[in-house]
């Protein structure tokens, strides 16, 4: 009389019988395996989704650089214009189907411009550094006037002299010994440093 045949299967030229400890091992691996994947899919898409809402905030200039389809494009401006809560969410669910959609690499351009939003370019950065330091300059150096007007013809000399007299006027302390605190004149001395900066680098001039 033939033997009856194990139901079961072989797992690298091993015969495993079904409801053995090593199927029952196997298929709890295999299931873990599944859960896993479940989450980091999940999780993949709550940051998907978190994602295209960001886009929502996205400066135009920086969206302009970005090579995303035109459908998620136009799925943006849409959601931008719609006030109704369940519409708004019904358009961004949209939004995150189209994200999973996107290229990685584009997915990484998306980041970078999020980024550069939030904590500026570090072009912007040196600009803000560089008005900074010709601000502190101008207040505590004589000298300093004459090279600025050299360097941005273009200031308003008379108003930058009365603002820089007006700045050493108020960082004097009141009493010895006292805090040094500057006034409006030392931040508007700022803000044409700033704007003297920024027309010469558009115009392609070296800082």
């Not at 999780?43 to 135009?60: M, V, Y």
């Not at 369940?86 to 358009?91: A, I, M, P, S, Y």
């Not at 999973?100 to 998306?110: C, I, K, M, N, Q």
Request: with cysteine; proline share 2%.
């Amino acid at each position: 009389m033939s033997r009856k045949l194990k139901k079961g299967y072989f797992v690298k030229g091993v015969f495993v019988a079904e409801g053995s400890e090593l199927d029952l091992e196997l298929k709890r691996e295999l299931k873990g395996t599944d859960e896993q994947s479940r989450t980091d899919l999940k999780r993949e898409s709550t940051e998907l989704q978190k994602l295209g809402e960001d886009l929502l905030t996205l400066r135009a200039d920086l969206m302009a650089r970005l090579d995303l389809t035109d459908k998620l494009k136009d799925a943006v401006a849409e959601a931008k214009r719609i006030t109704n809560f369940e519409g708004k969410r019904r358009q961004m669910q949209f939004i995150g189907k189209l994200m999973r959609l996107v290229d990685p690499a584009v997915l990484e351009t998306v980041r970078a411009a999020l980024t550069e939003q939030h904590s500026g370019s570090a072009h912007e950065n040196l600009v803000l550094h560089l008005a900074e330091t010709w601000r502190d300059r101008l207040v505590a150096n004589e000298e300093a006037f004459g090279e600025w007007i050299i360097k941005c013809p273009g200031t308003d000399a008379q108003q930058l002299r009365a603002l820089i007299r007006q700045a050493r006027k108020d960082a004097k302390p009141e009493k010895p010994g006292a805090a040094v605190r500057h006034g409006r004149a030392y931040r508007d001395i700022f803000q044409i440093v700033r704007e003297q900066l920024g027309a010469k680098d558009e115009a392609g001039e070296a800082s």
